[in-house]
């Protein structure tokens, strides 16, 4: 999110069931809490030149109230975010299916890369920055060889469908 938007402009209760719009903060709560070190996978949805979707597992973080996620250069997913930014990111938190739709740009800032790369060490992946990328011995196969862009999620939307107590399924809108 941009430094002004980490709150909702507005929140549309899409519940057909009569529960209670689901707070943004039991959302954020849960991103802050689970990742790095939960075992989840998170899936980025991007739009080819030619309009068809494309989409790929990523390991992903929330640092400092904001989505991180990394991609080789050469990955379809980071070729089709530098033609067109436009993406979604889909999740299953605890008790919460998140859907956020908005769009990635590449981070390069020094003190960002390293703040996001230290929160991946923290989760086993050890991550370091090494020119405007990252890099480590290791990482999914998704996400081609070191080093990997890293790209910060701005949502426009987002949905969340809780599946525990207390139910509902909310849309939360950002501001642009």
């Known amino acids: 999110m941009t430094e002004n938007s980490h709150e909702p402009i507005s929140t549309t209760n899409l519940d057909r069931y009569g529960s209670a719009e689901l707070?943004?903060?039991?959302?954020?709560?849960?991103?802050?809490?689970d990742t790095p070190t939960a075992d989840l996978t998170f899936f980025v949805a991007t739009v080819r030149p030619g309009g068809r979707p494309h989409s790929a597992g990523v390991g992903a973080v929330w640092v400092d109230d904001a989505l991180y996620f990394t991609?080789?250069?050469?990955?379809?997913?980071?070729?089709?975010?530098?033609?067109?930014p436009a993406c979604s990111v889909s999740v299953r938190l605890r008790g919460l299916d998140l859907v956020l739709e908005g769009e990635a740009?590449?981070?390069?800032?020094?003190?960002?890369?390293?703040?996001?790369?230290?929160?991946?060490?923290?989760?086993?992946?050890?991550?370091?920055v090494e020119g405007d990328a990252l890099t480590a011995p290791y990482s999914a196969p998704?996400?081609?060889?070191?080093?990997?862009?890293l790209y910060r999620l701005t949502p426009h939307t987002a949905v969340g469908v809780a599946g525990a107590e207390p139910h509902g399924a909310t849309r939360w809108d950002f501001p642009r």
């Open 23 to 33: 707070p943004w903060s039991r959302a954020r709560d849960l991103l802050v809490s």
């Open 71 to 84: 991609g080789g250069p050469g990955t379809r997913r980071s070729r089709n975010l530098a033609a067109n």
């Open 105 to 128: 740009h590449r981070v390069t800032d020094p003190s960002t890369l390293e703040r996001v790369a230290a929160v991946y060490r923290v989760g086993g992946w050890p991550a370091a």
């Open 142 to 149: 998704s996400a081609g060889p070191p080093p990997w862009h």
